[in-house]
Structure formats: C-alpha cells, structure tokens
C-alpha cells in the first residue's frame, strides 16, 4: 500500500488553503468588531451554528435539489452527446441546429423559469427543465467540437486499412474527443447547481434556493448564507466526481489504443 502524498496535495493546495485561512480570519473578525453589520455579511461561526441547528430542515432541501440537478444533468448529457455527435456526422444537422443552440443561451433563464412553470406546474420538472436548458449547452459544443479536432492520421491511417465510417468514430474519433467531452461535462454539473437554485427561487415549495428566498425573507442572513455553503459545496462536490472519473476513462481510452 502505497502512502498518501501529502507533500504533493500540499504543495498544489497548500496556497489556496492559506488564502482561505485568511479570508476567514479577516471576515470574522470584521464581523465580531461591528465593522460589518451580521445581518448583511453573518460570521463564518455563525453560518457553521446554522449548519449545525437547521440540519434536519436542510437534508430534505439538499435532497431536492440533488434531485433536480441529478435528471437534469443526465438528460442533458444523453442528449447533448447524441445531438453532438449527430452534427459532427451530418453536416446539415449542424448547419441547422448550430444557430438554434447560440439563440437558446441568449435568453435569460429568469425569463424563461415562468413558462416552465406554466407548463409543468410547481413539479419537478420546471427545475429539470431549467437545468436542463442551463446544462445541455456545454455538453454539444464540447462533444462537437472534440470529435471534429479528433486526430486526422489516425482517421487516415484506418482509412487505408478499409475501416467504416463506424470504426473510425469508434476506434479514434470519440477516444481523442473524451478529454473535450469531460471539460463539456465539468462546466455542466457546475451550471446545473446554478439552474436548479434559479428554478427553485422563482417557482419551488422545496429545496435549497427555495429554502435561502424564504430565509432572506424574514432576514435570517446566518441561514440564508448556510443554504448558500450548501449550494457551493454541492457544486464542488460533483465538479470533483467529474474529475476524478476523466482520468478513469481516459486511461482506459489509452489501454484500447
């Protein structure tokens, strides 16, 4: 059994963990000191207390919302990279969907989570539907653009072997276009995070933004602000499962070669 590198992790994050020390240090003090009022910008203590007396009220939110952001994300990576892939193979499709999918970024989501809910009701689906349109974006592009700057001698190299339009997407194309597809799906579990609060804000009875609108409401800043580390730290979280699978995959990419 090999011993963990701590001097390794510690050099690569050693600098943020120091910085973030500090920020600490520095915002707690200036909230202890009335430099800034706690019901503006509450001490770090005081949203750790938060986390601590609210956590039985916070699971079943934190739940919905993983929830929302878990469908969505699936929904937009079956999607995305079947859409992806499809205008990589037939240049008309991308012709044809490529100005749809930079139109369908230019519209706020603020605007659009209304119609949702219109549609689906105060449901599940209205969130899904907003993360969806939030995640899907990142997955077509990332996977279009990295099967169409997939390696060119490779393809030339199968070709003078008789290979099919199948074996070369099979063989180099999707291989080369992996690490393209999992920076697509890293900016997509991030932007999910962002669609399901925004969903959740304007038209939720649960969940994590739904639970942060109605403590900011009655002024309760320390729980509003736990709701919001909650938020964050998801994010981060599932950023970081995404990362660690990449190299997982592209490792086995490499052993097929």
Known sequence: ????????????????????????????????????????????????????????????HL?????????????????????GTGMFLFR??????????????????IALSPIFIMWFGY?????VAVVFL????????????GLRTSGQAYKDLLLTFGANRWQLLSKTQIPLALPSFFSGLKLSIVYCVIGATIGEWLGGSKGLGYFSRRMAGNMQSAEMFAAVFLLSALGVVLFLMIALLEPLFLKKRGSKQ
């Open 1 to 60: 059994m090999q011993p963990i590198p701590f001097k390794k992790y510690l050099n690569n994050y050693g600098p943020f963990i120091l910085l973030l020390l500090f920020i600490l240090v520095i915002w707690e003090s200036a909230v202890r000191l009335h430099l800034i009022p706690a019901f503006i910008l509450p001490a770090p203590s005081s949203i750790g207390i938060a986390l601590i007396e609210h956590r039985q009220l916070l699971r079943p």
């Open 63 to 83: 739940l919905a919302t993983l929830q929302e952001i878990l469908v969505g994300f699936v929904l937009s990576v079956i999607c995305g990279s079947l859409l």
């Open 92 to 109: 008309p499709l991308e012709k044809a969907i490529y100005p749809f999918l930079i139109i369908s970024q230019t519209i706020p989501l």
């Open 123 to 127: 449901t599940l689906w209205s969130k």
């Open 134 to 145: 939030t995640a899907f974006f990142p997955v077509v592009v990332s996977t279009y653009d």
